[in-house]
């Protein structure tokens, strides 16, 4: 840590150093077959130093960023002056200790993890292929700045991912599962279900019907509710985007903008979560964050750049996926909050309209307000009953008006995993939130 603090050593208006180490080990299975087994570290520190703007470098070793430093403090001193949130010296050292150490384990139980959710694609005749994937991941960070900041900061995550593939009178269709989290093999607990579960999810909608197009009442599972919050919501939240008049909600703090049954949250420090961390990439604690509290704009999502900017409080949310990048806003784990209603109750006095199940991804324009998501699977509520399974099935429409139109939010509550993309880079992220009713279009082939 002092070598690091003799790197911040230079006369500019703010300077600071992050230094990572990655053991990354992950294996792929084919087809019951092991095709990938691959283990690596990645290691080096990256450089931000702050005059009128940001200059930045990065190097594998704390000697070789020195003889570029001078580069990243000339191009700082470049352009015009950027506010900036002054911030408070914390010491600290955090760490996560998984119940189930996945670097005390080898790789032929790690298969093994892989070859037990296989043999349960093998009841399933018309299960064709399947890929399933295993990942763990150790990171340490080291951060110091100019302001006398210290933080020592060590994760596991691991992560567990099932793609299974079956085919009827040449159809062929997809079941896709994923878990896993902060932590060790605890995360990954119940893969061979997960397989049964994505070869049922598969075979399921071989025999689907092509969804109905039109305005439905639509009832969104956990994860698919997950994904609207982050996709079409979270990302709008993220205060460079408001900056940047990329963003449909900026200048709404105060205002309602959904119903009075949403209220979302980020918040990096749910234990176990994919999106966990202590601090952020320049040194602000994490912390929870209501976005919406009952339909109301509550905050943004910060650097403490876009804090200064805005006239607000750094929210802790500056990421970088390693020393390579310089932080930019972005999400932790962002999730609709549970209210009151049964599944039953839900779907008791729809007359006619769709659930839909899972995420297979979309497209979101924050600027415009409008999104499309591709589910994984749905049905149609009938009379109150879920009835005809549906296939190839979307769901699109404008961010306000469905986050308006939510009327029913549900007593349970599930996350999922995932990679989130911006600026070229990928962090990992959680979302989720209960099951939740509103009204939006949905899309589909109207038949076989």
């Not at 878990?179 to 049964?196: H, P």
Request: with cysteine.
């Amino acid at each position: 840590m002092e070598c690091l603090k003799e790197g911040i050593n230079i006369p500019a208006r703010f300077v600071d150093l992050i230094s990572t180490k990655s053991i990354v080990n992950s294996i792929v299975m084919k087809d019951g077959v092991v095709k990938e087994v691959t283990s690596g570290e990645i290691k080096g520190v990256g450089l931000r130093i702050l005059e009128n703007t940001w200059g930045f470098a990065s190097a594998n070793s704390l000697v070789e960023l020195k003889g570029i430093a001078e580069r990243a403090y000339r191009a700082a001193k470049a352009g015009g002056k950027i506010a900036f949130a002054p911030g408070e010296a914390i010491t600290d050292t955090v760490y996560i200790s998984p119940k189930i150490d996945p670097h005390d384990i080898g790789f032929e139980e790690k298969k093994e993890i892989l070859r037990g959710a296989f043999n349960e694609t093998r009841d399933f005749k018309e299960v064709v292929s399947s890929t399933f994937s295993y990942t763990d991941t150790r990171t340490a960070v080291q951060y110091v700045n100019s302001e006398g900041t210290s933080i020592t900061q060590e994760y596991v995550r691991t992560g567990f991912f099932a793609s299974v593939f079956a085919k009827r009178d040449g159809q062929l269709q997809v079941g896709l599962e994923r878990m896993g989290g902060t932590g060790g093999l605890e995360s990954i607990d119940g893969t061979a279900e997960a397989g049964r579960s994505a070869s049922e999810k598969a075979v399921r909608l071989l025999g689907a019907k092509g969804a109905p197009s039109g305005t439905f009442t639509v009832v969104m599972d956990p994860l698919l509710t997950g994904v609207f919050v982050h996709e079409a919501l979270g990302h709008a939240a993220e205060a460079d985007h408001v900056i940047q008049n990329e963003s449909i909600i900026a200048g709404m703090i105060g205002k309602r903008i959904a119903s009075e049954a949403v209220d979302v949250y980020d918040d990096p420090t749910l234990p176990g979560s994919f999106g966990f961390y202590f601090y952020d990439s320049e040194g602000t604690k994490g912390r929870k964050k209501a976005l919406l509290k009952d339909g109301i704009l509550k905050e943004f999502l910060h650097s403490r750049e876009t804090a200064s900017e805005l006239g607000m409080e750094p929210t802790g949310n500056s990421r970088a996926q390693n020393f390579n990048h310089p932080p930019v806003v972005r999400m932790s784990n962002t999730y609709l909050a549970p209210r009151d209603f049964s599944f039953d109750e839900m779907i008791e006095d729809i007359k006619y309209g769709v659930y839909l199940k899972g995420s297979k991804g979309g497209e979101v324009d924050t600027a415009r307000g409008v999104f499309q998501f591709s589910a994984e699977e749905g049905f149609l509520i009938e009379n109150g009953e879920l009835t005809t399974g549906l296939r190839d099935v979307s769901l699109s429409g404008e961010t306000l008006e469905i986050l308006k139109n939510i009327d029913a939010v549900g007593s349970d509550f599930g996350t999922s995993i995932g990679f989130c993309g911006k600026a070229s880079q990928v962090v990992p992220v959680g979302d989720g939130g209960p099951h939740a009713r509103t009204t939006a279009t949905v899309g589909g082939q109207n038949g076989d």
